[in-house]
């Protein structure tokens, strides 16, 4: 319980259908700030829902696994010129690995979340299946990906069939008090612009100056520190191209301290390779097959050809899309699609830029 509207509601409908449900509070991060996911504010909301609801809440603390596991891994990708999201990261080691044991451990029979997402068990499969939400405009399946069978069989998603309007009805009706509470747009252990200084309190070189190159190779001046700057990114970037266009960051050679820029065409990307593959069914598909896939949360789908590979018992992929796209970038997710169910996905290592010229030698782009 976050001490939002969602896991708030995904509690109470919980008790609605008998359960005998606990509320657990996540101590994640010492330093936020009022606005955080970890602030007094956001403990305080929750144990008043699930007094409430009158049911238990008790605050966890997994600071020390969050900063392992999340926050350090984070700022050393993104000081290496990725672009991480450390929501992915929270929800695979945080909530469905330490959370979940300790769950269990303690003799619950099942860990509940507030997300947007489904789960349904295939009896002719004889296996469990990860599904969007009913409410698309509010779908976290892209986040979920990471999921395996033996953590589904102990997973409840309980507003994962509700829209986000009838999520706030439900709580208006039962009283609560963050029936109308806005959502957190930041993350929870940064605000805003904040997440540059966690990087560069890591690791110092990444606020430090350096060439901004032009495509074609030219050196337009310098930026800030690359812990500014993750590709796809615009805003930041003054200096126009030599045909008066606007430029987006292309690629970050952190050896090199550089910023490569150009035109947003120079961004289309035609296929990648990923890593950390994981597959929902747990089944490893012996041919390639095509898919829709995301490469970003609520992007728009595409059309791809996924081919994974298994090598000392780990998985990987590479993925070529139908049609060129915008901002696929090292370190996001691309997740794959049937319909509604997630195939799985995995972490973006290179990238082939379609039309990066070969002599801009940048080691996380696959020339």
């Given amino acids: 319980m976050s001490g939002g509207v969602d896991s708030s509601v995904a509690a109470a409908v919980l008790v609605e259908r008998g359960f005998n449900v606990v509320g657990i509070t996540f101590k994640l991060w010492g330093k936020g700030s009022n606005r955080s996911c970890c602030s007094l504010e956001a403990v ?4 008043s829902v699930a007094y409430k609801l009158g049911i238990p809440h008790y605050v966890w603390n997994f600071e020390e696994e969050f900063l392992r596991q999340v ?14 999201n450390p929501c992915l990261l929270c929800n695979r080691y945080i909530k469905f690995e330490y959370f979940l044991r300790r769950a269990l451990a303690l003799g619950a029979d099942y860990i509940a979340t507030g997300h947007y997402a489904r789960i349904a068990f295939d009896d002719s499969a004889g296996r469990f299946k990860l599904l969007r939400a009913i409410d698309k405009s509010k779908d976290q399946s892209y986040a979920l990906y990471m999921l395996t069978q033996d953590v589904m069989r102990f997973l409840l998603l309980p507003i994962g069939e509700m829209r986000k309007e009838d999520v706030r009805a439900f709580a208006r009706r039962l009283g609560l008090k963050v029936a109308e509470k806005e959502e957190s747009q930041d993350l929870c252990f940064a605000m805003d612009d904040e997440h540059q200084s966690v990087v560069i309190e890591r690791y110092p070189s990444a606020g430090a100056k350096g060439p901004l190159i032009y495509v074609d190779g030219s050196i337009l001046g310098m930026h800030r520190g690359i812990a500014y700057y993750t590709v796809g990114q615009r805003r930041g ?14 690629a970050i050679d952190p050896d090199a301290k550089a910023v490569i820029v150009g035109e947003r065409f120079w961004l289309e990307v035609s296929e990648a390779e990923l890593s950390d593959v ?28 996924v081919h994974i590979i298994k090598c000392d018992g780990r998985l990987s992929a590479f993925v070529k899309w139908e049609e060129p796209q915008i901002g696929v970038a090292p370190g996001q997710a691309v997740v794959f699609y049937n319909g509604d169910e997630v195939l799985g ?3 973006v290592v290179r990238v082939r830029l379609k039309n990066l010229p070969r002599h801009i030698n940048i080691k996380t782009i696959l020339n």
Avoid: W
């Fill in 345 to 347: 996905g995995g972490k």
């Fill in 44 to 47: 305080m909301d929750a144990r």
């Fill in 237 to 250: 970037i003054s200096i126009r191209s030599p045909s008066g266009k606007p430029l987006y960051v292309v």
């Fill in 278 to 305: 994981n597959l929902v069914s747990g089944e490893i598909p012996q041919e390639p097959f095509k898919c829709t896939v995301m490469h970003r949360y609520r992007s728009k789908e595409s059309i791809a050809t």
């Fill in 71 to 84: 926050v350090d891994v984070f700022a050393k990708e993104y000081a290496s010129g990725l672009t991480p």
